[in-house]
Protein backbone atom coordinates (compact mmCIF):
# COMPACT_ATOMS: atom_id res chain seq x y z
CA UNK A 1 0.00 0.00 0.00
CA UNK A 2 1.14 3.56 -0.79
CA UNK A 3 2.36 5.72 2.12
CA UNK A 4 0.63 8.80 2.84
CA UNK A 5 3.88 10.72 1.14
CA UNK A 6 3.19 9.23 -2.04
CA UNK A 7 -0.27 9.74 -2.03
CA UNK A 8 0.53 13.67 -1.62
CA UNK A 9 3.52 12.95 -4.11
CA UNK A 10 1.05 11.84 -6.74
CA UNK A 11 -1.37 14.29 -6.49
CA UNK A 12 1.18 17.19 -6.22
CA UNK A 13 2.15 15.93 -9.65
CA UNK A 14 -0.98 16.68 -11.43
CA UNK A 15 0.05 20.42 -10.51
CA UNK A 16 3.49 19.85 -11.34
CA UNK A 17 2.91 18.63 -15.01
CA UNK A 18 -0.05 21.66 -15.25
CA UNK A 19 2.48 24.28 -14.38
CA UNK A 20 4.64 23.23 -16.28
CA UNK A 21 2.31 23.81 -19.31
CA UNK A 22 1.97 27.25 -17.79
CA UNK A 23 5.56 28.08 -18.14
CA UNK A 24 5.27 27.35 -21.47
CA UNK A 25 2.39 29.33 -22.14
CA UNK A 26 4.37 32.72 -20.51
CA UNK A 27 7.31 32.11 -21.88
CA UNK A 28 5.44 30.89 -25.71
CA UNK A 29 6.03 34.73 -26.75
CA UNK A 30 9.92 34.30 -27.00
CA UNK A 31 9.25 31.58 -29.97
CA UNK A 32 6.10 33.04 -31.23
CA UNK A 33 6.85 36.81 -31.62
CA UNK A 34 10.30 36.29 -33.53
CA UNK A 35 8.78 33.92 -35.60
CA UNK A 36 5.84 36.69 -36.80
CA UNK A 37 8.83 38.94 -37.61
CA UNK A 38 10.18 36.92 -40.30
CA UNK A 39 10.00 37.92 -43.67
CA UNK A 40 8.33 34.83 -44.87
CA UNK A 41 5.54 34.72 -41.97
CA UNK A 42 2.05 34.02 -43.09
CA UNK A 43 1.02 36.02 -40.21
CA UNK A 44 2.30 39.98 -39.43
CA UNK A 45 2.57 41.71 -36.55
CA UNK A 46 3.82 45.07 -35.19
CA UNK A 47 5.12 45.70 -31.87
CA UNK A 48 1.73 47.01 -30.41
CA UNK A 49 -0.08 43.72 -31.45
CA UNK A 50 3.34 41.60 -30.66
CA UNK A 51 2.45 42.98 -27.13
CA UNK A 52 -0.37 42.56 -26.90
CA UNK A 53 -0.06 39.16 -27.80
CA UNK A 54 2.27 38.48 -25.09
CA UNK A 55 0.45 40.54 -22.50
CA UNK A 56 -3.17 39.16 -23.19
CA UNK A 57 -2.47 35.74 -21.19
CA UNK A 58 -2.53 38.17 -18.19
CA UNK A 59 -5.78 40.03 -18.95
CA UNK A 60 -7.03 36.67 -19.56
CA UNK A 61 -6.03 34.81 -16.48
CA UNK A 62 -8.13 37.21 -14.33
CA UNK A 63 -11.12 35.64 -15.80
CA UNK A 64 -9.61 32.39 -14.92
CA UNK A 65 -9.33 33.45 -11.41
CA UNK A 66 -12.53 34.62 -10.86
CA UNK A 67 -13.70 31.21 -12.85
CA UNK A 68 -11.82 28.84 -10.70
CA UNK A 69 -12.65 30.50 -7.30
CA UNK A 70 -16.48 30.33 -8.22
CA UNK A 71 -15.85 27.19 -9.08
CA UNK A 72 -13.70 25.71 -6.50
CA UNK A 73 -15.99 26.76 -3.72
CA UNK A 74 -19.50 25.34 -5.81
CA UNK A 75 -17.68 21.98 -7.06
CA UNK A 76 -14.38 21.09 -5.28
CA UNK A 77 -10.81 21.81 -6.43
CA UNK A 78 -10.91 18.25 -8.30
CA UNK A 79 -13.93 19.60 -10.34
CA UNK A 80 -12.76 22.86 -10.75
CA UNK A 81 -9.00 21.67 -11.93
CA UNK A 82 -10.06 19.76 -14.20
CA UNK A 83 -13.11 22.18 -16.26
CA UNK A 84 -10.07 25.10 -15.89
CA UNK A 85 -7.70 22.65 -17.72
CA UNK A 86 -10.35 22.48 -20.96
CA UNK A 87 -9.99 26.13 -22.19
CA UNK A 88 -5.93 25.55 -22.22
CA UNK A 89 -6.11 22.39 -24.44
CA UNK A 90 -8.46 24.46 -26.55
CA UNK A 91 -5.64 27.21 -26.87
CA UNK A 92 -2.64 24.63 -28.04
CA UNK A 93 -4.93 23.69 -30.97
CA UNK A 94 -6.34 27.42 -31.65
CA UNK A 95 -2.52 28.48 -31.83
CA UNK A 96 -1.54 25.73 -33.81
CA UNK A 97 -4.49 26.05 -36.33
CA UNK A 98 -4.05 29.96 -36.55
CA UNK A 99 -3.71 31.49 -40.04
CA UNK A 100 -4.27 34.52 -38.39
CA UNK A 101 -3.74 37.19 -35.56
CA UNK A 102 -7.16 36.83 -34.06
CA UNK A 103 -6.68 32.94 -34.05
CA UNK A 104 -3.42 33.27 -32.25
CA UNK A 105 -4.67 36.24 -29.76
CA UNK A 106 -8.00 33.69 -29.45
CA UNK A 107 -5.38 30.92 -28.58
CA UNK A 108 -3.41 32.90 -26.08
CA UNK A 109 -6.95 34.31 -24.57
CA UNK A 110 -7.93 30.69 -23.98
CA UNK A 111 -4.30 29.88 -22.21
CA UNK A 112 -4.46 32.87 -20.45
CA UNK A 113 -7.73 31.60 -18.04
CA UNK A 114 -6.40 28.13 -17.49
CA UNK A 115 -3.02 29.72 -16.57
CA UNK A 116 -5.05 32.62 -14.15
CA UNK A 117 -7.17 29.77 -12.72
CA UNK A 118 -4.71 27.28 -11.80
CA UNK A 119 -2.22 29.02 -10.63
CA UNK A 120 -4.24 29.68 -7.69
CA UNK A 121 -6.18 26.62 -7.15
CA UNK A 122 -2.62 24.67 -7.68
CA UNK A 123 -1.19 26.81 -4.72
CA UNK A 124 -4.52 25.87 -2.45
CA UNK A 125 -4.66 22.35 -3.56
CA UNK A 126 -0.50 22.05 -2.44
CA UNK A 127 -1.68 24.23 0.71
CA UNK A 128 -4.90 21.52 1.29
CA UNK A 129 -3.72 18.34 0.47
CA UNK A 130 -0.10 18.25 2.21
CA UNK A 131 0.97 17.80 5.17
CA UNK A 132 2.98 21.26 6.73
CA UNK A 133 6.37 19.91 6.99
CA UNK A 134 6.25 19.03 3.28
CA UNK A 135 4.05 22.23 1.93
CA UNK A 136 7.16 24.42 1.88
CA UNK A 137 8.88 22.11 -0.46
CA UNK A 138 6.08 20.90 -2.99
CA UNK A 139 4.92 24.74 -3.51
CA UNK A 140 8.75 25.42 -4.16
CA UNK A 141 8.99 22.71 -6.67
CA UNK A 142 5.49 24.18 -8.28
CA UNK A 143 7.85 27.34 -9.14
CA UNK A 144 10.19 25.18 -10.70
CA UNK A 145 7.97 23.50 -12.83
CA UNK A 146 7.02 26.84 -14.38
CA UNK A 147 10.93 27.43 -14.63
CA UNK A 148 11.03 24.29 -16.24
CA UNK A 149 8.37 25.25 -19.03
CA UNK A 150 10.15 28.35 -19.50
CA UNK A 151 13.22 26.14 -20.43
CA UNK A 152 11.43 23.51 -22.46
CA UNK A 153 10.06 26.25 -24.75
CA UNK A 154 13.59 28.30 -24.95
CA UNK A 155 15.15 24.60 -26.14
CA UNK A 156 12.34 24.13 -28.83
CA UNK A 157 12.83 27.36 -30.14
CA UNK A 158 16.17 26.24 -31.12
CA UNK A 159 14.83 23.22 -33.53
CA UNK A 160 11.22 24.13 -34.07
CA UNK A 161 9.08 26.81 -35.03
CA UNK A 162 6.20 28.25 -33.07
CA UNK A 163 3.68 26.08 -34.35
CA UNK A 164 5.00 22.74 -33.34
CA UNK A 165 5.79 24.16 -30.25
CA UNK A 166 2.16 24.61 -29.52
CA UNK A 167 1.65 20.35 -29.95
CA UNK A 168 4.74 19.96 -27.51
CA UNK A 169 2.56 22.19 -24.93
CA UNK A 170 -0.87 19.70 -25.90
CA UNK A 171 0.88 16.88 -24.49
CA UNK A 172 1.47 17.76 -20.85
CA UNK A 173 -1.56 19.85 -20.32
CA UNK A 174 -4.04 16.64 -21.58
CA UNK A 175 -1.09 14.39 -19.22
CA UNK A 176 -2.33 17.08 -16.42
CA UNK A 177 -5.72 16.27 -16.93
CA UNK A 178 -5.67 12.61 -16.51
CA UNK A 179 -3.57 12.99 -13.63
CA UNK A 180 -6.09 15.13 -11.66
CA UNK A 181 -9.06 13.20 -12.67
CA UNK A 182 -7.80 10.48 -10.35
CA UNK A 183 -7.85 13.12 -7.35
CA UNK A 184 -9.67 12.74 -4.29
CA UNK A 185 -11.31 15.59 -3.30
CA UNK A 186 -10.04 18.43 -1.19
CA UNK A 187 -11.10 17.43 2.72
CA UNK A 188 -10.42 21.28 3.65
CA UNK A 189 -13.37 21.65 0.92
CA UNK A 190 -15.48 18.68 1.92
CA UNK A 191 -15.33 19.91 5.59
CA UNK A 192 -16.95 23.31 4.74
CA UNK A 193 -19.94 21.45 2.74
CA UNK A 194 -20.39 19.64 6.05
CA UNK A 195 -19.42 16.36 4.63
CA UNK A 196 -17.36 15.57 7.59
CA UNK A 197 -17.12 11.69 7.64
CA UNK A 198 -15.76 11.64 3.85
CA UNK A 199 -13.64 14.70 4.62
CA UNK A 200 -12.40 12.81 7.71
CA UNK A 201 -11.55 9.83 5.27
CA UNK A 202 -9.77 11.29 2.46
CA UNK A 203 -7.56 13.66 5.22
CA UNK A 204 -6.30 10.24 6.58
CA UNK A 205 -5.97 8.86 3.15
CA UNK A 206 -3.66 11.84 2.47
CA UNK A 207 -1.94 12.39 5.53
CA UNK A 208 -1.97 9.35 7.85
CA UNK A 209 -3.36 9.05 11.41
CA UNK A 210 -1.18 10.03 13.33
CA UNK A 211 -1.78 12.13 17.00
CA UNK A 212 -0.86 15.17 15.01
CA UNK A 213 -2.96 14.89 11.85
CA UNK A 214 -6.06 13.77 13.99
CA UNK A 215 -5.39 16.86 16.37
CA UNK A 216 -5.06 19.22 13.52
CA UNK A 217 -8.35 17.49 12.05
CA UNK A 218 -10.23 18.01 14.88
CA UNK A 219 -8.74 21.84 14.95
CA UNK A 220 -10.64 22.18 11.30
CA UNK A 221 -13.81 20.66 11.98
CA UNK A 222 -14.62 23.03 14.77
CA UNK A 223 -13.62 25.81 12.66
CA UNK A 224 -16.23 24.55 10.03
CA UNK A 225 -18.60 23.52 12.19
CA UNK A 226 -18.75 26.42 14.13
CA UNK A 227 -19.23 28.44 10.12
CA UNK A 228 -21.85 26.48 9.35
CA UNK A 229 -24.10 27.25 12.42
CA UNK A 230 -23.52 31.22 11.51
CA UNK A 231 -23.71 30.87 8.14
CA UNK A 232 -24.76 27.45 6.80
CA UNK A 233 -23.70 25.61 3.44
CA UNK A 234 -25.61 27.57 1.44
CA UNK A 235 -26.72 31.01 1.14
CA UNK A 236 -28.72 33.72 -0.44
CA UNK A 237 -27.32 36.52 -3.19
CA UNK A 238 -27.77 39.16 -0.44
CA UNK A 239 -26.25 37.38 2.37
CA UNK A 240 -23.55 36.42 -0.28
CA UNK A 241 -22.24 40.04 -0.92
CA UNK A 242 -23.25 40.77 3.06
CA UNK A 243 -20.38 38.53 4.00
CA UNK A 244 -18.10 39.32 1.29
CA UNK A 245 -18.13 42.72 1.70
CA UNK A 246 -17.93 42.14 5.18
CA UNK A 247 -14.52 40.41 4.73
CA UNK A 248 -12.82 43.78 3.90
CA UNK A 249 -13.58 44.66 7.66
CA UNK A 250 -11.53 41.46 8.67
CA UNK A 251 -7.68 41.79 9.57
CA UNK A 252 -7.55 37.80 8.95
CA UNK A 253 -8.63 39.00 5.64
CA UNK A 254 -6.62 41.89 4.84
CA UNK A 255 -3.41 41.36 6.36
CA UNK A 256 -2.79 38.05 3.86
CA UNK A 257 -3.97 39.66 0.71
CA UNK A 258 -1.90 42.94 1.62
CA UNK A 259 0.97 40.60 2.02
CA UNK A 260 -0.07 39.24 -1.26
CA UNK A 261 0.22 42.35 -3.14
CA UNK A 262 3.57 43.01 -2.29
CA UNK A 263 5.00 39.82 -2.80
CA UNK A 264 3.46 40.13 -6.06
CA UNK A 265 5.22 43.30 -6.69
CA UNK A 266 8.36 41.88 -5.89
CA UNK A 267 8.04 38.49 -7.93
CA UNK A 268 7.45 40.80 -10.94
CA UNK A 269 10.37 42.89 -10.26
CA UNK A 270 12.37 40.34 -10.23
CA UNK A 271 11.53 39.09 -13.77
CA UNK A 272 9.61 36.31 -12.98
CA UNK A 273 7.29 36.46 -15.88
CA UNK A 274 8.92 39.44 -18.35
CA UNK A 275 12.59 37.66 -18.46
CA UNK A 276 10.78 34.57 -19.77
CA UNK A 277 9.06 36.00 -22.20
CA UNK A 278 11.18 39.01 -23.28
CA UNK A 279 14.47 36.52 -22.79
CA UNK A 280 16.55 36.60 -26.06
CA UNK A 281 15.78 40.35 -26.46
CA UNK A 282 17.39 41.27 -23.40
CA UNK A 283 20.75 39.44 -23.52
CA UNK A 284 20.82 40.33 -26.98
CA UNK A 285 20.75 43.86 -26.34
CA UNK A 286 23.51 42.78 -23.49
CA UNK A 287 25.65 41.03 -25.45
CA UNK A 288 25.51 42.65 -29.24
CA UNK A 289 25.46 38.86 -30.36
CA UNK A 290 22.25 36.93 -31.58
CA UNK A 291 23.51 33.48 -32.44
CA UNK A 292 24.62 33.14 -28.67
CA UNK A 293 21.95 34.35 -27.08
CA UNK A 294 20.57 30.59 -27.25
CA UNK A 295 23.42 29.38 -25.24
CA UNK A 296 23.29 32.30 -22.80
CA UNK A 297 19.59 31.77 -22.39
CA UNK A 298 19.48 28.51 -21.80
CA UNK A 299 22.20 28.15 -19.18
CA UNK A 300 20.43 31.06 -17.59
CA UNK A 301 16.95 29.29 -17.07
CA UNK A 302 19.19 25.88 -16.30
CA UNK A 303 20.14 28.01 -13.42
CA UNK A 304 17.25 29.61 -12.30
CA UNK A 305 15.63 25.95 -12.32
CA UNK A 306 18.49 24.70 -9.51
CA UNK A 307 18.04 27.67 -7.69
CA UNK A 308 14.49 26.76 -7.21
CA UNK A 309 15.29 23.32 -7.01
CA UNK A 310 17.73 24.53 -3.94
CA UNK A 311 15.32 27.06 -2.51
CA UNK A 312 12.84 23.78 -1.89
CA UNK A 313 15.52 22.52 0.10
CA UNK A 314 16.27 25.59 2.03
CA UNK A 315 12.60 25.89 3.02
CA UNK A 316 13.14 22.84 4.96
CA UNK A 317 15.86 24.17 6.96
CA UNK A 318 15.63 27.88 6.86
CA UNK A 319 13.22 29.81 7.61
CA UNK A 320 11.07 31.88 5.26
CA UNK A 321 11.81 35.61 6.11
CA UNK A 322 15.57 34.58 6.88
CA UNK A 323 15.29 32.91 3.51
CA UNK A 324 13.58 36.15 2.02
CA UNK A 325 15.52 39.09 3.20
CA UNK A 326 19.07 37.22 3.16
CA UNK A 327 18.65 36.54 -0.71
CA UNK A 328 16.70 39.65 -1.64
CA UNK A 329 18.88 42.03 -0.54
CA UNK A 330 21.73 40.97 -1.94
CA UNK A 331 20.05 40.12 -5.13
CA UNK A 332 19.01 44.13 -4.73
CA UNK A 333 22.58 45.49 -4.87
CA UNK A 334 23.35 43.27 -7.73
CA UNK A 335 20.32 44.59 -9.86
CA UNK A 336 21.99 48.11 -9.14
CA UNK A 337 25.29 46.95 -10.21
CA UNK A 338 24.21 45.58 -13.33
CA UNK A 339 22.13 48.94 -14.44
CA UNK A 340 25.61 50.88 -13.40
CA UNK A 341 27.21 48.86 -15.01
CA UNK A 342 25.29 48.54 -18.22
CA UNK A 343 24.62 52.57 -18.29
CA UNK A 344 28.42 53.18 -18.12
CA UNK A 345 28.38 51.21 -21.18
CA UNK A 346 25.85 52.61 -23.21
CA UNK A 347 27.45 55.91 -22.46
CA UNK A 348 30.88 54.64 -23.69
CA UNK A 349 32.53 55.13 -20.87
CA UNK A 350 33.83 51.72 -20.45
CA UNK A 351 33.65 49.27 -23.08
CA UNK A 352 31.43 46.97 -24.86
CA UNK A 353 33.66 43.89 -25.31
CA UNK A 354 33.46 42.82 -21.83
CA UNK A 355 30.15 41.09 -22.26
CA UNK A 356 31.08 38.19 -19.29
CA UNK A 357 30.61 40.60 -16.70
CA UNK A 358 27.38 41.72 -16.99
CA UNK A 359 26.07 38.49 -18.12
CA UNK A 360 28.01 37.12 -14.85
CA UNK A 361 26.04 39.52 -12.53
CA UNK A 362 22.68 38.95 -13.83
CA UNK A 363 23.68 35.36 -13.80
CA UNK A 364 24.27 36.01 -9.76
CA UNK A 365 20.84 37.86 -9.55
CA UNK A 366 18.16 35.25 -10.80
CA UNK A 367 20.04 32.66 -8.31
CA UNK A 368 19.56 34.91 -5.76
CA UNK A 369 15.97 35.98 -6.73
CA UNK A 370 14.88 32.49 -7.11
CA UNK A 371 15.66 31.16 -4.33
CA UNK A 372 12.73 32.99 -2.42
CA UNK A 373 12.03 36.61 -4.10
CA UNK A 374 10.35 35.34 -7.53
CA UNK A 375 8.66 32.21 -6.07
CA UNK A 376 7.07 33.86 -2.95
CA UNK A 377 3.53 35.01 -3.84
CA UNK A 378 2.98 31.30 -4.85
CA UNK A 379 4.76 30.20 -1.85
CA UNK A 380 2.39 31.99 0.80
CA UNK A 381 -1.04 31.73 -1.66
CA UNK A 382 -1.83 28.26 -0.49
CA UNK A 383 -1.07 28.84 3.15
CA UNK A 384 -2.01 32.35 4.22
CA UNK A 385 -5.62 32.73 3.07
CA UNK A 386 -8.11 31.34 5.62
CA UNK A 387 -10.65 28.81 4.49
CA UNK A 388 -13.28 30.78 5.25
CA UNK A 389 -11.81 33.63 2.96
CA UNK A 390 -10.15 31.31 0.42
CA UNK A 391 -12.98 31.19 -2.30
CA UNK A 392 -12.82 35.13 -2.45
CA UNK A 393 -9.42 35.45 -1.05
CA UNK A 394 -8.12 33.27 -4.30
CA UNK A 395 -10.19 35.14 -6.50
CA UNK A 396 -9.16 38.64 -5.17
CA UNK A 397 -4.95 37.44 -5.20
CA UNK A 398 -5.40 36.01 -8.62
CA UNK A 399 -6.72 39.67 -10.14
CA UNK A 400 -4.11 41.34 -8.46
CA UNK A 401 -1.41 38.95 -9.75
CA UNK A 402 -2.73 38.83 -13.30
CA UNK A 403 -2.83 42.93 -13.44
CA UNK A 404 1.01 42.70 -12.35
CA UNK A 405 1.61 39.96 -15.10
CA UNK A 406 -0.19 42.19 -17.73
CA UNK A 407 1.50 44.94 -17.05
CA UNK A 408 5.46 43.61 -16.53
CA UNK A 409 4.31 41.69 -20.13
CA UNK A 410 2.61 45.12 -21.80
CA UNK A 411 5.33 47.37 -20.65
CA UNK A 412 8.38 45.21 -20.66
CA UNK A 413 8.85 45.86 -24.63
CA UNK A 414 7.91 49.47 -24.55
CA UNK A 415 10.83 49.93 -21.82
CA UNK A 416 13.22 48.36 -23.80
CA UNK A 417 12.79 50.24 -26.60
CA UNK A 418 12.72 53.49 -25.22
CA UNK A 419 15.12 53.73 -21.82
CA UNK A 420 17.05 50.08 -22.81
CA UNK A 421 18.09 47.02 -20.55
CA UNK A 422 19.82 49.52 -18.03
CA UNK A 423 16.47 51.51 -17.66
CA UNK A 424 14.71 48.70 -17.68
CA UNK A 425 16.08 47.28 -14.66
CA UNK A 426 16.22 50.47 -12.99
CA UNK A 427 12.58 50.81 -13.07
CA UNK A 428 12.26 47.22 -12.04
CA UNK A 429 14.40 47.54 -9.25
CA UNK A 430 13.11 50.15 -7.73
CA UNK A 431 9.71 48.09 -6.91
CA UNK A 432 12.08 45.81 -5.67
CA UNK A 433 13.80 47.36 -2.94
CA UNK A 434 9.97 48.91 -2.06
CA UNK A 435 8.75 45.84 -2.10
CA UNK A 436 11.56 43.99 0.27
CA UNK A 437 10.99 47.28 2.46
CA UNK A 438 7.58 46.74 3.34
CA UNK A 439 7.39 43.23 3.48
CA UNK A 440 9.89 43.20 6.35
CA UNK A 441 7.05 44.93 8.86
CA UNK A 442 4.34 42.67 7.37
CA UNK A 443 5.25 39.00 6.51
CA UNK A 444 4.92 36.54 9.09
CA UNK A 445 6.81 32.98 9.53
CA UNK A 446 4.85 30.43 8.30
CA UNK A 447 7.59 27.36 8.21
CA UNK A 448 6.24 24.00 9.70
CA UNK A 449 2.95 25.92 10.59
CA UNK A 450 -0.72 24.29 9.87
CA UNK A 451 -2.97 26.18 7.62
CA UNK A 452 -5.29 26.57 11.29
CA UNK A 453 -2.26 28.03 13.47
CA UNK A 454 -1.63 30.45 10.15
CA UNK A 455 -4.65 31.46 10.90
CA UNK A 456 -4.89 32.42 14.16
CA UNK A 457 -2.09 34.38 13.67
CA UNK A 458 -3.51 36.69 11.30
CA UNK A 459 -6.62 36.68 13.91
CA UNK A 460 -4.72 37.13 16.95
CA UNK A 461 -1.72 38.47 16.05
CA UNK A 462 0.12 35.50 17.77
CA UNK A 463 0.73 31.50 16.67
CA UNK A 464 -1.71 29.45 19.00
CA UNK A 465 0.36 26.03 19.62
CA UNK A 466 -0.89 22.86 19.34
CA UNK A 467 0.69 22.44 23.19
CA UNK A 468 -1.75 24.78 24.45
CA UNK A 469 -4.68 22.71 23.07
CA UNK A 470 -7.71 22.86 25.70
CA UNK A 471 -9.64 19.83 26.83
CA UNK A 472 -12.16 20.06 24.28
CA UNK A 473 -10.26 19.83 21.73
CA UNK A 474 -8.67 16.73 23.09
CA UNK A 475 -11.83 15.71 23.65
CA UNK A 476 -12.86 15.98 19.83
CA UNK A 477 -9.74 14.07 18.61
CA UNK A 478 -10.75 11.84 15.98
CA UNK A 479 -9.86 8.31 16.52
Known sequence: MASPLARQIWTVSGVFTNMLVQGMVLSFPSCLLPGLRE????????????????????????????????????????????????????????????????????????????????????????????????????????????????????????????????????????????????????????????????????????????????????????????????????????????????????????????????????????????????????????????TQSFYYTLSIDLIIISSIILSSILVKVINLRTLLFTTGVPALAVLTSVCVYLLLTFLDVISKERQWIPLSMIVIFFILVNLCCTPIPYLILGEILPLSHRSIGSSLSGLILSLFLMIALKITPYLLENINVHGTFTVYGGFVAVSLLLLYFMLPETKNKTLVEIEDYFNNGKYHSYDETDKDTKRRMLI
Open 39 to 290: TDSPIKADLATASWLASSVGLSSMLGFLISSYLMDRCGRRISHLLVILPGISAWLFIYFAHNVLTLMLGRILAGITAGATVTLGAIVIGEYTSPEYRGMFLNLKSASVCLGNMVVHILHNFFNWKTIAIFGLIPQILAFLIIYTWPESPAWLASKGQFQKAKETFFWLRGSSEREKLELSELFKKQEASLLKFGVESTLMNSLKVILKKFTRKDFIKPITIIVFTGILSEACGRHFFPAYATQIIDDITGDK
